[in-house]
């Protein structure tokens, strides 16, 4: 299956702080010509943002609040939001025994206290308190480089204690130039059946790591290409993938930046520019149902006859976050312009 591409022209990204890159390009929706939108649809490069976080207290129930003043034999630990408490590990005793009896006596005391979840981090350096935790009841959390976290439901009934994440999130990167050529690569460690494969490149986002920032990230690592994000144009869900976790897997669109291609080779055996036909037409692309419809709905978009989910940067009160909401500029789709000042970006 063949398809035209009709020729198009780049329009100049532009940086207008606080705000992220911006395209200025024409919008449309579903092949339908629009209006210039109130909304600009943002071109994301991730150079202006770097890895910097903006922190600010969490609403979930290992985040300490306030301080439980210090009882005889009860660990020193902190009140959450949500009725529980929070253990301070760096003021764990040093020896099994010490630790055993202040663990009894903190449990017994906050459950008079009418205290509900007790979150229990240990360090790395005190993983022997791990076994004695478990054996009074403590289950495991979660564990990261340096630490496991236990938890201890002490009300009658099902623990309400939120789970710990479920999800793995990857990208995919659909980067294509000006003379319709589709930046893919081979992977050098995979699966036999797909040795022989020309893929757009992909990855899992890291820690913190915000999924505009990730595509651009993948791309340049793996094909040292810069590009700047365009948008979401559909995301994979699937369950029970590695270790047993849920996968999204979100499909973006980039403008390449720069064309001359260098691989890692430590995980990708070769990458270059293929025609677009060429690489629609590899057999398993043609066979496989879900590799051809992210290309249909990529191809789409380069047609602008389809319009995926820009990244917008905005704040809640909730939390005072800076952060991205991705989405449609439903708005100016419809054709309509709003009169009250909320639809202001």
Same mark, same amino acid.
């Given at each position: 299956?063949?398809?035209?591409?009709?020729?198009?022209?780049?329009?100049?990204?532009?940086?207008?702080?606080?705000?992220?890159?911006?395209?200025?390009?024409?919008?449309?929706?579903?092949?339908?010509?629009?209006?210039?939108?109130?909304?600009?649809?943002?071109?994301?490069?991730?150079?202006?943002?770097?890895?910097?976080?903006?922190?600010?207290?969490?609403?979930?129930?290992?985040?300490?609040?306030?301080?439980?003043?210090?009882?005889?034999?009860?660990?020193?630990?902190?009140?959450?939001?949500?009725?529980?408490?929070?253990?301070?590990?760096?003021?764990?005793?040093?020896?099994?025994?010490?630790?055993?009896?202040?663990?009894?006596?903190?449990?017994?005391?906050?459950?008079?206290?009418?205290?509900?979840?007790?979150?229990?981090?240990?360090?790395?350096?005190?993983?022997?308190?791990?076994?004695?935790? &478990?054996?009074?009841? #403590?289950?495991?959390?979660? %564990?990261?480089?340096?630490?496991?976290?236990? =938890? +201890?439901?002490?009300? /009658?009934?099902?623990?309400?204690?939120?789970?710990?994440?479920?999800?793995?999130?990857?990208?995919?990167?659909?980067?294509?130039?000006?003379?319709?050529?589709?930046?893919?690569?081979?992977?050098?460690?995979?699966?036999?059946?797909?040795?022989?494969?020309?893929?757009?490149?992909?990855?899992?986002?890291?820690?913190?790591?915000?999924?505009?920032?990730?595509?651009?990230?993948?791309?340049?690592?793996?094909?040292? &290409?810069?590009?700047? #994000?365009?948008?979401?144009? %559909?995301?994979?869900?699937?369950?029970?993938? =590695? +270790?047993?976790?849920? /996968?999204?897997?979100?499909?973006?669109?980039?403008?390449?930046?720069?064309?001359?291609?260098?691989?890692?080779?430590?995980?990708?055996?070769?990458?270059?520019?293929?025609?677009?036909?060429?690489?629609?037409?590899?057999?398993?692309?043609?066979?496989?149902?879900?590799?051809?419809?992210?290309?249909?709905?990529?191809?789409?978009?380069?047609?602008?006859?389809?319009?995926?989910?820009?990244?917008?940067?905005?704040?809640?009160?909730?939390?005072?976050?800076?952060?991205?909401?991705?989405?449609?500029?439903?708005?100016?789709?419809?054709?309509?312009?709003?009169?009250?000042?909320?639809?202001?970006?």
């Amino acid at each position: 299956m063949a398809f035209f591409v009709p020729s198009f022209s780049y329009l100049r990204c532009h940086l207008s702080l606080p705000r992220p890159w911006i395209s200025n390009r024409k919008q449309v929706a579903f092949g339908r010509p629009v209006r210039a939108s109130a909304f600009r649809r943002p071109c994301l490069k991730s150079s202006i943002f770097g890895t910097g976080m903006i922190l600010s207290k969490r609403t979930n129930a290992v985040i300490p609040d306030t301080p439980l003043l210090g009882t005889t034999n009860v660990l020193d630990a902190f009140e959450d939001e949500y009725g529980g408490v929070v253990v301070d590990p760096t003021f764990l005793p040093n020896t099994s025994n010490a630790f055993s009896a202040s663990l009894r006596s903190s449990l017994s005391y906050w459950s008079q206290q009418g205290k509900r979840g007790v979150w229990l981090k240990i360090l790395e350096g005190q993983a022997d308190l791990v076994p004695i935790a &478990i054996k009074e009841g #403590f289950i495991y959390h979660h %564990a990261e480089p340096g630490y496991v976290m236990l =938890t +201890f439901w002490l009300p /009658d009934g099902p623990a309400a204690l939120p789970s710990t994440s479920l999800y793995q999130i990857g990208v995919g990167a659909f980067v294509m130039n000006e003379k319709q050529e589709v930046l893919v690569v081979k992977e050098r460690k995979c699966p036999s059946h797909c040795a022989v494969i020309w893929k757009i490149p992909t990855g899992f986002i890291d820690k913190y790591e915000d999924i505009f920032f990730g595509a651009i990230r993948e791309v340049r690592e793996e094909t040292g &290409i810069e590009s700047c #994000f365009l948008d979401v144009v %559909a995301f994979r869900h699937a369950h029970q993938v =590695t +270790f047993d976790k849920s /996968d999204i897997l979100f499909i973006c669109t980039l403008k390449p930046l720069s064309f001359d291609i260098s691989v890692d080779e430590s995980e990708i055996e070769s990458a270059q520019w293929m025609p677009l036909d060429e690489f629609i037409n590899q057999p398993f692309h043609q066979e496989d149902e879900m590799c051809k419809a992210i290309v249909d709905i990529c191809i789409a978009r380069y047609q602008k006859c389809y319009t995926g989910f820009a990244a917008h940067q905005v704040t809640s009160k909730l939390d005072n976050r800076v952060a991205y909401l991705y989405f449609q500029d439903t708005v100016e789709a419809a054709g309509c312009v709003p009169e009250t000042s909320w639809y202001k970006v």
